[in-house]
C-alpha cells in the first residue's frame, strides 16, 4: 500500500500513443490552444488589411477633401490597435510557451488579451453611445451620398476580416457545455471587434438611406444608440467568460467534474477534493484526491484519467481508507 497524498504527474505512457493530448506535452506544460499559428497569422492578416484601407481612406479623404472619409480612416486606425493586442498576445504566447517561469504555460495570454480587448469594446460602445445621444440635441448636416459610399466600403472590408478571423466553433455566449470545443477567446475578442465595426456599418447604411430618402436626421443617432447597447452587451459576454477562465471559474454545464468523478468511481475511488481550471484553450489541469481501501499507485488512476481528451495535466493524491 502507498503512503497517503502520493502525487503522480504527467510522465508519459508508452502504450498511449493514439491520445492526441500526450501526456509529455502536458508536462511540458504547452498549452497554446490547436490553431494557435494560423489564428496568429490570419490577426496579423487583418491588421494588414485594415491598415491599407486606413492609409487609403485617410489619403483619398484629403485630397478630395471628404470629411467622412478622413473620419472613417481614423476609425480604422482604432480598430487596427484594439487587433494589434490580439496580435502581440499571440506572439507572446508563442515565444514563452516553453518559458518555466510561467507555472502553466501561456495558455491564458489568450484569455487576458480578450478581457482586456473586451474592455476596450465597451468603452467603444460607451462613446458611441454618447456622442449618438449628443447628436440628438445637436443634429449634423450629413453628405448622404458620400457617406453611404464610406460605409459601404468598410461593412465590404469588416465582411472579409470577419471570414478571416471566424473561428471553427461557434460564438454565442454559452460555452460551458463543450469543454472539447476549446474556444479561442483572444480569436474570438479580434471576431467581435471586427463583427461589431461590421454591425455599426450595416445600421449606418440603413439609417443613411432612409435619412437620405425621408430626411430623418434623428434616425442616425437613433441606430447608433442601438449599437452601442449590442456591442456592449457583446463586451460583457467576452469580459464574462475571459474573466472566468482568468479567475479559473468553472461554467455551468461543464463536464469534466462528471467525466473524472465516472473514471474513478469505477475504480473504487472517493473525491474528497478536485479542483480543475483551464490552462489554454482546449486544455485543462485538475488536482484530485481520493480515498480507496485498496490503493494502486497515482500513476495507476492517473494513466485512467488521461482518456479525458482535454484533461492535458493532473495531479492525484491517493489516501487510504482509515480501517
Not at 448636416?141 to 478571423?165: Q, S
Not at 480569436?187 to 455599426?200: M, P, Q, S
Not at 462528471?258 to 479542483?275: P, T
Request: aromatic share 8%; net charge negative; proline share 3%.
Amino acid at each position: 500500500m502507498k503512503p497517503p497524498h502520493e502525487h503522480a504527474h504527467d510522465h508519459p505512457h508508452p502504450h498511449d500513443q493514439s491520445n492526441s493530448r500526450s501526456l509529455k506535452a502536458a508536462h511540458e506544460h504547452f498549452f497554446l490552444g490547436d490553431n494557435h499559428d494560423r489564428n496568429e497569422k490570419r490577426t496579423w492578416l487583418v491588421i494588414a488589411i485594415t491598415a491599407t484601407m486606413m492609409v487609403v481612406e485617410i489619403i483619398a479623404g484629403n485630397m478630395f477633401g471628404s470629411m467622412a472619409l478622413t473620419a472613417d480612416g481614423w476609425h480604422m486606425s482604432t480598430h487596427a490597435a484594439a487587433l494589434l493586442i490580439a496580435a502581440l498576445a499571440y506572439l507572446y504566447a508563442r515565444k514563452h510557451a516553453s518559458n518555466r517561469r510561467f507555472t502553466f504555460g501561456t495558455g491564458k495570454l489568450g484569455d487576458l488579451a480578450g478581457f482586456a480587448s473586451a474592455v476596450i469594446l465597451a468603452l467603444i460602445a460607451l462613446l458611441i453611445g454618447w456622442e449618438s445621444f449628443r447628436r440628438f440635441q445637436s443634429p449634423m448636416a450629413i453628405d448622404f451620398n458620400e457617406a453611404i459610399i464610406v460605409a459601404v466600403i468598410g461593412l465590404v472590408v469588416n465582411l472579409v476580416c470577419a471570414w478571416l478571423l471566424k473561428d471553427d466553433h461557434h460564438h454565442g455566449h454559452d460555452h460551458g457545455h463543450d469543454h472539447g470545443a476549446g474556444q479561442d477567446q483572444n480569436l474570438r475578442a479580434a471576431y467581435i471587434h471586427v463583427l461589431a465595426d461590421a454591425l455599426t456599418s450595416v445600421l449606418a447604411i440603413a439609417a443613411l438611406v432612409f435619412g437620405s430618402l425621408y430626411g430623418w436626421l434623428w434616425l442616425d443617432p437613433a441606430i447608433g444608440i442601438v449599437g452601442a447597447v449590442v456591442i456592449a452587451r457583446w463586451s460583457w459576454g467576452l469580459i464574462r467568460d475571459a474573466g472566468g477562465v482568468l479567475l479559473d471559474y468553472v461554467p455551468e454545464g461543464e463536464d469534466l467534474p462528471d467525466e473524472i468523478q465516472e473514471i474513478l468511481v469505477k475504480e473504487g475511488a472517493e473525491i474528497v477534493d478536485l479542483h480543475i481550471w483551464q490552462l489554454g484553450p482546449g486544455h485543462h489541469g485538475a488536482i484530485v484526491s481520493i480515498v480507496v481501501d485498496h490503493a494502486h499507485a497515482p500513476s495507476y488512476y492517473r494513466e485512467k484519467l488521461a482518456a479525458i481528451h482535454d484533461l492535458s495535466h493532473v495531479t492525484v493524491e491517493v489516501e487510504a481508507r482509515a480501517a
